[in-house]
């Protein structure tokens, strides 16, 4: 990614010089650079605080902190934060983070002085000889820990004990006194201090799960991985400014909910938490709205609220029924049950009438620029010729245009926002646009239909919707969200943004999907390799692996790049590891010939079902060991090696629950090269030690063959990690060899019987699911995932 650099404002100074003077080390002030907002917001802070010749280290660093950290809806009270930190009135993180808080709390409302300070502890003093009174304290109630543990004690639990009874105690005292005291208690450090714990050590996993075994150490979680929804307010907060909309005349719009219109809404809601999960029904969901599921549905669930399913059906050119009730079904697959369905064009009339009194405020119009106009006077920021027309003349085109009395394309109906705004969503946005096209839902009964920028706000508001949580792309639009629910005195949901979830190896636009349904580059919207929600369900994926692997990524807004699908694989074998059965299964035959067993001849031998299980009747099942074995045509070589556990000429194997051959001879075709078949003998008596083990299946009665099943073997869809960075080429970036068919595999008899959706693991193979292609004749598997594991080993990101 290259290297982002900040504007030129007029100086030719160098921001690092600015940033060295102000006590930064030089590390921290070049990487900072690379960043233009941070940049920016920093050298505004200094020239705010009147240090742009240079101040102390410490004030320095808390003058970063600032640039970094203040909450952006108390801004105009940053001059006076800063006041307090150049005069050493706010001299520690402790105070800074205190201040913080407090200006979060009250926006850009007024405060008391006073309160401030109390909130952030100016004026209070902690001498040393307190401090050590209290270090000392704590040093004797932890004192057997400590002498256990020694110097691998954890120093931030000592100090967070202290700052417990002394938040505005000096820090530095702090850390410089449980030094002192370690060091007395403990004497010098050894030698024996600085060693590792040892690990108890452990068992090597058997031979089952050797292929997935994990690493199960873990760090302690914190608040947020052991509750991810805690970052949200409760309703009762929703009177607190948090955005602030900045104008181009130099008004600025503090978005929040006055007192009566927020008793109104706590009334209405009882004071519980309203989200919605708002698709719009225009293709199949993917991964990404899995995402946006646990998110919407999680957090009503974890407040004890209700969440919506939401149809946001504003295009009726794009939607169908289809997409309709694949969305309702798959939400209640993915486990979640709606508090109610409802959809955008429910509310059509009640949308009509607030556009009707958005043109009578004055804050509408109808406009007859086409699109390439509209686009032209934006770039140039310039207002519509029909920006300024009568209020009374866009009421009667309105009206025109609901009537059908006015051509497709001739006319829209527009907010007047702001066209001179540094944010483009400002632009005007359209809010109504004339389209002559049924409606799933509304049928024929209407010709306009509502924008998203108009109509996802207001349905929000009507709904009582608590919290209002979409993707970082719509953060730019928040604008305009609270634009237009203060034009109309509308009660304004809680809005946050959180980072999109992208996976390596494939695409999430809907655009891109349906070409590749449509075009057939695939086998329709539920094709295995794709990260739809029907694909990954065919796959044999459960909805508790991804909704495991959505809440393991979180759901801050960092941005989160592009997830490894190695990571979402590791979720899905934890769970299928856990909740599949064993059986085996050979892809590619081999006929090997068991010649000391006499023709005719059926053993059957006891199979586990699950590696750790009680053998009974419903852990085992019983696999025919007859005359003809089939082993993997991969598990044989002509010529033997140190690091090859398969068979060879007169080499011995196990064969799994079954016994040990060797290779006694190969039988070659006519060109001497290909390999027909091999003879081999088995000991039903002896157990040698041998470290090849291999899956087979054999016939069940003499001159029968095994059972045939079709095998699917599935790769990642895309060569490239990110094929969006392809452009216009993406399709050129396509794996050949995403799926592969085995149309002959053999099978043990145990599952033939298998339905549709049963999952299982293929021994040394993977994990497989029945296909709904399976027919009476002939079973048909998908590989869900291969046994091999690169995240837990570090290969995940």
């Not at 209002?468 to 969200?481: H, I, K, P």
């Not at 692997?549 to 490894?564: E, M, P, Q």
């Not at 069940?700 to 490239?720: A, C, H, N, T, Y």
Request: hydrophobic letters at 35%.
């Amino acid at each position: 990614m290259p290297t982002e650099t900040v504007p030129n404002d007029g100086s030719s100074e160098n921001p690092v010089d600015l940033f060295l003077r102000i006590g930064l080390e030089e590390k921290t002030a070049r990487n900072t650079i690379a960043n233009n907002k941070v940049t920016r917001n920093l050298i505004d802070v200094i020239d705010e605080a009147g240090v742009s010749d240079g101040c102390d280290r410490t004030v320095g660093n808390l003058i970063y902190t600032v640039a970094t950290k203040f909450p952006p809806n108390a801004l105009v009270h940053r001059p006076k934060l800063l006041q307090y930190i150049v005069s050493f009135k706010i001299k520690t993180p402790a105070q800074l983070e205190a201040a913080f808080s407090f200006f979060s709390n009250i926006g850009s409302e007024g405060f008391n002085l006073t309160e401030l300070e109390e909130a952030c502890g100016v004026g209070i003093e902690v001498s040393s000889e307190e401090i050590e009174q209290t270090v000392n304290s704590i040093f004797e109630e932890n004192k057997n820990s400590i002498l256990e543990k020694r110097y691998r004690t954890n120093v931030g639990e000592l100090f967070a004990h202290v700052r417990e009874r002394h938040p505005w105690a000096d820090p530095k005292i702090v850390k410089q006194l449980i030094d002192m005291k370690l060091h007395e208690l403990l004497g010098e450090r050894t030698s024996a201090d600085d060693e590792k714990p040892r690990k108890k050590k452990e068992k090597p996993a058997k031979f089952e799960d050797q292929a997935v075994a994990v690493d199960t150490s873990h760090t302690q979680p914190s608040e947020e991985e052991l509750n991810p929804f805690s970052i949200f307010p409760s309703p009762e907060q929703n009177f607190k400014v948090h955005t602030e909309i900045f104008f181009s005349d130099g008004h600025v719009l503090r978005a929040c909910n006055t007192r009566e219109i927020l008793d109104k809404h706590l009334k209405e809601t009882g004071g519980k938490v309203l989200t919605r999960f708002p698709p719009e029904p225009n293709g199949y969901l993917h991964i990404g709205h899995a995402k946006a599921m646990f998110v919407n549905f999680g957090l009503a669930k974890e407040r004890g609220g209700c969440c919506y399913l939401r149809y946001d059906d504003t295009n009726p050119e794009a939607e169908r029924q289809e997409y309709i009730d694949h969305i309702e079904e798959i939400v209640r697959w993915m486990g979640w049950e709606p508090f109610k369905i409802t959809y955008a064009s429910d509310y059509f009339q009640k949308l009509y009438e607030l556009a009707v009194e958005l043109i009578q405020r004055g804050l509408a119009y109808v406009d007859h620029q086409t699109p390439d106009e509209i686009k032209e006077s934006r770039e140039k920021k310039e207002g519509s010729p029909w920006r300024d027309r009568p209020i009374e003349e866009s009421l009667v085109l309105f009206e025109q245009m609901r009537r059908g009395m006015i051509e497709e394309g001739k006319a829209t109906l527009r907010m007047k926002q702001d066209m001179q705004s540094d944010n483009k969503n400002m632009y005007d946005l359209i809010a109504y646009r004339i389209k002559f096209t049924p409606h799933p839902k509304a049928g024929d009964r209407w010709c306009i239909y509502p924008s998203y920028d108009y109509a996802h706000c207001t349905v929000d508001s009507l709904e009582n919707i608590t919290h209002s949580l979409c993707t970082l792309e719509f953060e730019t639009r928040r604008a305009s969200y609270y634009w237009l629910l203060d034009a109309l005195d509308l009660y304004q949901p809680y809005v946050w943004e959180y980072s999109r979830l992208n996976v390596t190896h494939t695409v999430m636009s809907k655009r891109k999907l349906n070409i590749l349904v449509t075009e057939k580059y695939i086998d329709g919207w539920d094709d295995p390799r794709l990260m739809t929600l029907a694909g990954l369900r065919r796959r044999g994926v459960s909805s508790a692996a991804i909704n495991s692997f959505v809440r393991g990524i979180g759901i801050t807004r960092s941005d989160c790049s592009v997830i490894s699908l190695d990571r979402l694989e590791f979720h899905i074998r934890e769970e299928v590891n856990k909740t599949t059965a064993r059986t085996m299964v050979v892809l590619h035959p081999l006929k090997v010939v068991i010649t000391n067993l006499e023709a005719g001849s059926v053993l059957d031998v006891e199979a586990q079902k699950w590696p750790t299980a009680q053998t009974d009747d419903t852990s085992s099942y019983k696999v025919p060991f007859s005359k003809i074995v089939y082993i993997e045509t991969s598990d044989f070589r002509m010529k033997d090696s140190k690091d090859y556990y398969g068979l060879a000429p007169g080499k011995s194997v196990w064969l799994r629950y079954a016994f040990p051959i060797k290779c006694t001879d190969v039988i070659f075709g006519d060109d001497n090269e290909t390999i027909l078949e091999l003879r081999a003998e088995f000991d039903p008596v002896n157990k040698p030690k041998l470290k090849g083990v291999l899956h087979w299946v054999a016939e069940p009665s003499p001159g029968v063959d095994p059972l045939k099943v079709e095998v699917r073997l599935f790769d990642k869809l895309f060569l490239s990690e990110n094929p969006a960075d392809l452009g216009d080429a993406w399709l050129s970036d396509l794996n050949p060899h995403s799926k592969v068919v085995i149309t002959d595999a053999y099978a043990v008899p145990a599952i033939q019987n298998a339905a549709v959706g049963d999952r299982f693991q293929f021994e040394r193979l993977g994990y497989f699911v029945v296909d709904k292609d399976s027919t009476s004749k002939k079973l048909v598997f998908n590989r869900t995932v291969a046994l091999r594991d690169s995240y837990s080993k570090g290969g995940g990101k």
